[in-house]
């Protein structure tokens, strides 16, 4: 119906019209696009006129952007790091390599956290992103600068990873969709920092949308071959599904409480699937959920079953350099000398304290086997439980930091290995985004991105920002 050059066109001119606002866009690749774009269209008038292209090219033409923490040819690579600043990446990490395969149109990169392990995404190479709905609140992370180039209708498809909720909180933040797909399906190379030991088991890369019916058949691109394992072809009869609900995680002393609002919008979706669908959402009292970030935090640094250890943040931070000595940082950072964030630091600070208490870790990775066979064993093969996102709404900047643990409630997921839809519930009271966490079995993936869909219909998904 319109030409490539000009969708890329549109939303190039969107990005330079609020990129300035929001800093997501950290480099951009514009003409570049606009050359593929008129490859597009050429490609478009002298193809057959039959149904090969699109099976061929099932993104062709599409614009989207990149997480920069993975590896796009020609573009920085540095995941907010000093002294990576001038690494441009030489290749493509796989999942954009099978995006750009299947015609889709990469306009730039994004911001991220310092090395990926903060949901603020500000760092000393690019600055701060912020949210589109609120100049003064977060964008979430570590893949912030997706959450916000969606939001703000700068891009239709995102590349996100996730390690402790880095799609799904800016998602939430942002009111986007995003999906972390079952562990292991999607490939990880390319990006910096990758996973190593244990945390492979972990790390998830997927995809970050305005619309839910755009994450299956990105999900299914970047998943290449291994899509297979997730039942995406099989129907999903809704009435069917078993729901569960659980409203907190039950109080951990490390995490805020979840505001009323996000509990009023989690009560909506129960009563509407109720009443629409004629199902029954069963409450439930998972207890291991309020060790949540004890348990993440154990099996983060935990051996894998060689024996490796889980590589340490401080040696990231010092990438291939001298390790980095976070108390010296800190040090630094009080007059103004480090060239790292202060959520980095302190991350580092506490990564030795963690292993101070081997028995008691020990416990925890045993304890976040046990809550992986019960979550599994209670949603079973036609089962998805409902979850908040996050205990508040997007927070101001630099909030975080006197409440770091808040994103436990999306990063027991990821050693639970389980397939998690982000899914928007239109805005607060604030005009800030509310959200859903949708959670399925192994493998069971369908059935998440199948009740996303649902849900965008209902309650309106991706809401402009400034519309209201």
């Excluded at 006129?49 to 590896?71: M, N, R, Y």
């Excluded at 999903?236 to 505001?259: A, Q, R, T, W, Y």
Aim: with cysteine.
């Amino acid at each position: 119906q319109v030409a490539c050059v000009d969708v890329v066109e549109a939303y190039v001119e969107r990005i330079k019209e609020v990129n300035p606002l929001i800093n997501a866009v950290v480099k951009d690749r514009f003409e570049e696009a606009l050359q593929e774009a008129r490859q597009v269209d050429k490609l478009l008038s002298e193809g057959p006129g039959d149904d090969s292209l699109e099976e061929k090219f099932p993104l062709l033409g599409v614009p989207i952007t990149v997480k920069e923490a993975f590896s796009l040819y020609g573009m920085p690579n540095s995941s907010g790091l000093v002294n990576r600043r001038n690494v441009i990446a030489t290749s493509d990490a796989t999942v954009v390599s099978r995006l750009k395969q299947a015609g889709a149109i990469p306009l730039g990169v994004t911001n991220c956290s310092e090395l990926c392990m903060w949901y603020e995404s500000s760092n000393r190479v690019y600055g701060r992103t912020n949210n589109p709905y609120d100049l003064q609140r977060i964008v979430g992370g570590s893949s912030g600068g997706e959450g916000s180039v969606l939001a703000a209708a700068c891009s239709v498809v995102g590349v996100g990873s996730d390690i402790g909720g880095s799609i799904r909180m800016p998602a939430f933040f942002n009111g986007v969709f995003g999906h972390k797909p079952t562990t292991g399906v999607v490939p990880n190379d390319g990006q910096f920092p990758n996973a190593h030991g244990v945390r492979t088991s972990y790390l998830c890369t997927g995809p970050m949308c305005r619309y839910a019916e755009d994450l299956e058949p990105v999900l299914r691109v970047m998943a290449g071959p291994g899509v297979s394992k997730l039942k995406l072809n099989e129907k999903v009869s809704l009435e069917k599904i078993k729901f569960h609900c659980m409203d907190h995680d039950g109080g951990s002393i490390f995490v805020s409480p979840v505001d009323k609002e996000i509990l009023q919008a989690q009560k909506k979706v129960v009563e509407h699937l109720e009443s629409d669908l004629g199902v029954r959402v069963q409450h439930v009292a998972i207890h291991k959920m309020k060790y949540s970030f004890q348990i993440w935090s154990a099996m983060m640094s935990s051996e894998d079953s060689e024996g490796q250890e889980a590589q340490r943040f401080t040696d990231l931070l010092g990438d291939h350099g001298k390790p980095v000595w976070p108390l010296w940082e800190l040090m630094k950072w009080l007059v103004g000398m480090s060239s790292h964030t202060l959520p980095a630091i302190a991350l580092g600070l506490t990564e030795k304290l963690v292993n101070l208490n081997l028995s008691g870790k020990a416990k925890l990775v045993s304890m976040g086997k046990s809550l992986q066979e019960e979550v599994e064993a209670l949603l079973g093969p036609d089962g998805v439980l409902l979850y908040p996102s996050h205990p508040t709404i997007a927070p101001k900047h630099h909030s975080p930091i006197c409440m770091p643990f808040n994103f436990a409630y999306t990063a027991i997921f990821n050693v639970l290995g389980l397939p998690v839809t982000q899914c928007p519930l239109g805005l607060g009271s604030e005009g800030l985004p509310l959200g859903i966490q949708l959670v399925a079995a192994s493998y069971n993936d369908h059935l998440t991105l199948a009740v996303a869909r649902y849900l965008e219909k209902a309650f309106g998904g991706w809401v402009l920002p400034g519309e209201v």
